[in-house]
């Protein structure tokens, strides 16, 4: 689960430290849906409108500087600057998706874990 990406900031940082860093308080923590993305570190990008995809992913290169060590922040913000509706980097069918798919593994962990009502 993660917020709608509407601006610069909303871009999470290095998703394998958040992971690690939640792991060591919820050592249960189910992070296999971050399994279902071809590209881990930027999974983010994938939930993406297409137009913004094809500018950004084939010009990915490695950038110590940045936390996710990629130059991939720095390509959508330049990107989003030049779009007229900067605000909306995903299509609605990716946050209703995502939205759905959080709601029924909330529904299942619910369910097998017995936690009443």
């Not at 409108?49 to 490695?62: F, G, M, S, T």
């Not at 962990?109 to 017995?114: E, G, K, V």
């Amino acid at each position: 689960m993660r917020e709608c990406i509407n601006i610069s900031s909303d871009i999470p940082a290095n998703i394998e430290e958040s992971v690690e860093e939640f792991k060591k308080l919820i050592p249960q923590l189910d992070d296999s849906e971050l399994d279902a993305y071809h590209d881990k570190l930027h999974y983010w990008i994938e939930d993406f409108n297409a137009d913004l995809i094809a500018k950004v992913k084939p010009n990915i290169v490695p950038d110590e500087s940045d936390p996710c060590g990629t130059n991939a922040y720095r390509l959508v913000v330049n990107e989003a600057l030049k779009l007229e509706n900067h605000y909306r980097f995903e299509t609605r069918w990716s946050i209703y998706d995502r939205s759905e798919r959080a709601k029924k593994f909330t529904k299942q962990y619910i369910q097998s874990n017995q936690i009443p009502k």
